[in-house]
């Protein structure tokens, strides 16, 4: 092993091409970043050594690699290797942990973090630190005179600063390898320097450090690492084990074949190994591709290695090694994607291809004004369909997005299950979230076709053509500089012919198989059953079909509110059916249908929802009905109703008699509202980024798109459109089953709850829902403290008091809030399931009150809190499950008034003990955990205690020292009590 730098070959080199002045600066720059790197075991006790050794181990192996050709490197080249090999680790120094609390990036590492909760213990530093450590390099070379004087923060050589370079450069390594691009724009017009090819061997070499000469048998056991104790030692575990294992490297530099050798002592060890070596050679392909691409001064006289030989890894121990493990077979797999297993309808690939279109169109709008370009809009997107002259049915999308390059095409256009838009490449930080997440839309083609044509154009590359034959077979790649003798794209105008796309964007065309389709279609139809209020224009044969957002401004039904009344004849049937007598056409019966427009826009523009509400406003004469109206005996109900098979609104009234007697009188009128004009017959829809969502939506929409009033006496109509992070939760087809997220249902219903108080409903409505989520689930503490809408809730009048008035948090203060419809929304897997006001009823009394329930389930306030306060259940329970009860029903573990069933006693000895114990239970019997919080679901008391108390026996035979014989006892009497 090299003892210091200036016994390596670089050294030397760049010493004979560079003057004293420039040697002693860098000598100086290197010899101060020594001292820095041995701090690193500071924070990293149990990691592989980051300190001058592994330094000088990637100098070592950038000079394998280079062999003959390492006298090619330029001065300015080789100072940033030196330099870079010393500083891409110095992030990794930390002398004082909560320094990093003021570090621009801990805010973002927070809201991406589940396990930060306000603690700054070691894991946390040491993962905020490992993922950001090539960032904050940036405060040691430049916020700091550790390393860098101010006569030093500026070297050029060949007029490039080498400082500022060798700083990105050792950034990168931690970076994606397409990032590796961006050295482009120092690269010398002459082909002197080369920078994109320092940062290909920085990676490599630095990835290839990976032998025993960097860890020590001492170390991993005066380090404690044969017994880990927490997930950060099992890490450092797995890492020293594979090191400790491992010979390293050598090369062959002739035949460019890279020879790794290891002794695995374990199975596992052997595997992390191998998996390893895997991500060395994905690694290798992935710089090897760029280095053919840009390194034009170095591709013609050096090549990479070609391939790694793990041939030299041979276990010494009683087990045969193998790559013994489940396995798919493809052509199954690739059946089993395209099939009705996922769509039930083949025509969905025109969605999958449209959303395509509009991610890539959208993406490329918000790159370009992340650059400044503000007025920057999408092309529209065109589809078209032809017969070709042999007769074969064809169609086409051109959108004019971002484009691909080859590196995307083979890295998700082409991965089955993989996502652009859910990767490391897709840039996060920009605010755009795509439509498409699973990365196997493109398959849906192959439900109707067998043949894809792509061509494609990512800004700054080449064009590039892709072509399908069929779902099984190879794909043909052809790049316009190399390939120049090609067939044209196919296109419906034969006179205008286009090999390569010359503007950025995708043109993707496929053939009908008319053998796999069991009926015709009408292209255009399909887009229009899936184009909902686009934010990219689209366009059918270059005319524009659907809705763009822009149009979602105006109402789709009614541009002003309008007043229906019903005439004579239907009033006269109506008192006919109630029997009234002595008529009065003028005074006895009065019925109106109020319809109104309503729009409602989120603070940021990213929801809008657009409605029609019918209320229904109605008089009749009681005191001349012949039977005294009362719910004893004799039923009246008058509702709005849609009548979805028929697809048009009825006004139903319904007169039922419990009297047997009686029973005779029973009737319905039913009256159909076309004729007065109500013909809307559109259903409610949901829409993401401009595509409706599911393709049989009013089935459910009463499931999860909620009418917002009481009784039946209103209906309302919604398009709800959504952008952007606001995506409903999906399945894997996208139409099935559909839900939201704790952000979007607490932003959408937040504005449905402002238009019912600012027009006084509050009295009116069961609840202020527009969406909620289908099925139970988890809300976290932090997706909640993390809701901006969260001081707005605050502010809502949805606390029903026992007066009957509604107030806001804000306004409360020593005031019972009676828990109004039900109490199920107290339990937490009922949150979901609940009513929207209710759950946030639950929310703020939860972070910003202390008070208590009584017997019959009203709770009263104690306290109010300007911030939100801890709540010691956060991480394992729903907000809610737990409550305080008042003194005299303290021995309660959870109170049942009338059919309603309320959170858990929180002072209870078992909810003590279960508080207490969440974390082991989670831990190691997450099943037995989850069943006793779902326990408390049952309505049924009986079968509630008796499952309670044999899960609790079932855990007490698995770990008998997890709960107290008190604790069973407590629950054998309220099992026996019920």
């Known amino acids: 092993m090299i003892s210091n730098y200036s016994n390596t070959k670089l050294w030397d080199l760049f010493k004979s091409k560079t003057d004293e002045t420039i040697q002693g600066k860098i000598k100086s720059i290197l010899d101060d970043s020594i001292p820095l790197l041995k701090q690193i075991v500071r924070v990293f006790p149990t990691y592989t050594n980051h300190d001058e050794e592994h330094s000088l181990k990637i100098l070592e192996n950038i000079e394998m690699l280079l062999g003959d050709s390492i006298d090619k490197l330029s001065d300015s080249e080789l100072s940033v290797i030196l330099l870079s090999a010393y500083w891409h680790d110095l992030g990794m120094v930390c002398n004082d942990k909560e320094e990093i609390k003021s570090e621009e990036w801990f805010d973002e590492y927070i809201k991406k973090s589940y396990k930060y909760d306000g603690t700054l213990n070691q894991e946390i530093v040491s993962e905020y630190i490992r993922l950001n450590h090539h960032k904050r390099l940036e405060k040691y070379l430049y916020d700091t005179s550790n390393i860098l004087n101010e006569s030093e923060k500026d070297l050029f050589i060949n007029e490039h600063d080498v400082i500022d370079i060798a700083y990105k ?33 920085l990676r490599l070499a630095d990835i290839m450090d990976f032998d025993n000469e960097r860890t020590s048998n001492s170390s991993y056991k005066f380090l404690g690492l044969e017994n880990p104790t927490n997930s950060e030692n099992q890490f450092s575990q797995k890492e020293w084990k594979k090191h400790l294992d491992s010979l390293g490297f050598t090369y062959d530099y002739e035949k460019k074949i890279l020879f790794f050798k290891a002794i695995p002592k374990e199975p596992d060890t052997e595997f992390y190994i191998r998996e390893f070596v895997k991500i060395i050679e994905d690694e290798l392909n992935k710089c090897t591709q760029l280095f053919s691409s840009h390194c034009h001064k170095w591709r013609d006289i050096f090549k990479l290695p070609y391939e790694i030989d793990t041939s030299g890894i041979n276990s010494k121990s009683s087990y045969k090694f193998g790559d013994y493990k489940f396995s798919f077979d493809n052509n199954q797999v690739l059946d089993l994607l395209t099939g009705n297993n996922i769509y039930s309808n083949p025509m969905i690939f025109v969605r999958e291809l449209l959303q395509n279109s509009i991610d890539a169109s959208l993406y490329r709008e918000s790159l370009e004004k992340e650059k400044g370009k503000n007025d920057f809009r999408s092309e529209p997107i065109n589809v078209t369909d032809w017969y070709d002259k042999d007769g074969n049915y064809w169609i086409r999308f051109d959108d004019y997005g971002l484009g691909m390059d080859e590196y995307i095409l083979l890295n998700y256009f082409t991965k089955i299950g993989k996502s652009f838009y859910e990767s490391k490449d897709f840039n996060k930080e920009i605010g755009f979230k795509a439509i498409s997440r699973f990365g196997i839309g493109i398959l849906s083609c192959f439900m109707v076709a067998n043949r894809i044509e792509v061509n494609t154009k990512k800004e700054g590359e080449e064009a590039i053509r892709f072509s399908i034959k069929s779902l099984y077979s190879y794909f043909v790649t052809q790049l316009e500089k190399t ?12 006179s205008n012919v286009e090999k390569y796309r010359k503007e950025i964007g995708t043109s993707i065309a496929i053939q009908i198989d008319f053998n796999k389709l069991n009926r015709w279609f009408e292209i255009k139809k399909e887009l229009l059953r899936h184009i909902f209020y686009s934010p990219i224009e689209i366009k059918y044969k270059n005319e524009k079909i659907g809705t763009t957002i822009d149009e979602l401004e105006k109402n789709p039904w009614i541009e002003k509110e309008i007043i229906i009344e019903l005439n004579e004849e239907d009033r006269r049937n109506i008192a006919r059916l109630l029997n009234i007598s002595n008529y009065d056409s003028e005074k006895d019966i009065r019925v109106a249908f109020k319809i ?32 005294v109206v009362s719910s004893d005996y004799f039923t009246f109900q008058s509702r709005v109703h849609f009548n979805s098979l028929e697809k048009k609104f009825e006004f139903i009234i319904e007169v039922k008699y419990d009297r047997p007697k009686e029973r005779h009188n029973n009737g319905t009128y039913k009256i159909d509202l076309e004729k007065y004009g109500i013909s809307f017959t559109d259903k409610s829809k949901v829409g993401h980024n401009g595509i409706y969502i599911g393709e049989d939506f009013s089935n459910v929409f009463n499931e999860r798109v909620m009418n917002f009033i009481t009784n039946d006496k209103n209906y309302a109509i919604a398009n709800i459109y959504l952008s952007n992070e606001f995506r409903p939760s999906l399945d894997i087809s996208r139409s099935k089953e559909i839900n939201f997220d704790y952000k979007t249902i607490s932003t959408v219903n937040l504005m449905m709850s402002k238009f019912i108080t600012k027009d006084n409903l509050t009295k009116k409505t069961y609840d202020c829902s527009l969406i909620r989520n289908r099925f139970g689930g988890f809300i976290s503490y932090a997706e909640i403290l993390n809701d901006k809408n969260l001081e707005e809730w605050k502010e809502e009048k949805i606390f029903l008091l026992e007066n009957g008035n509604y107030q806001s948090l804000k306004n409360l203060l020593n005031k ?33 009150t202390d008070g208590y329930l009584d017997e019959k389930g009203f709770y009263y306030v104690e306290k109010i809190y300007e911030q939100p306060k801890g709540i010691n259940a956060e991480k394992y329970f729903n907000v809610g499950f737990f409550l305080k009860y008042e003194v005299s029903i303290k021995n309660k573990l959870q109170l049942k008034y009338k059919h309603e069933y309320f959170s858990l006693n929180i002072e209870h000895p078992f909810s003590k003990w279960f508080l207490k114990n969440a974390k082991v239970l989670n831990d190691n019997y997450k099943g037995i955990f989850e069943d006793i919080k779902n326990t408390f679901n049952n309505h049924h008391q009986n079968e509630k205690f008796e499952k309670l108390y044999s899960l609790l026996r079932l855990l007490q035979k698995l770990k008998p020292n997890i709960i107290d014989v008190e604790i069973i006892k407590s629950i054998e009497v309220l099992k026996k009590d019920n």
């Open 596 to 627: 109104s427009p309503i729009k409602l826009v989120s603070n940021d523009s990213k929801i809008i929802v657009q409605m029609l509400m019918i209320k229904l406003d109605e008089y009749y004469a009681d005191y001349k009905i012949h039977m």
């Open 483 to 494: 390939h120049k003798n090609i067939t044209p794209f196919p296109s419906h105008d034969d």
């Open 169 to 201: 450069v050792s950034m990168s390594h931690n970076e994606n390898t397409k990032d590796l691009e961006k050295f482009k724009e120092y690269q010398s017009n002459d082909n002197q320097d080369d920078f994109i090819f320092c940062a290909i061997l």
């Open 816 to 848: 019972n809030i009676k828990n109004y419809p039900r109490i199920d929304h107290f339990n937490v897997d009922y949150i979901y399931k609940s009513h929207t006001r209710q759950m946030f009823v639950l929310i703020l009394v939860n972070l910003f």
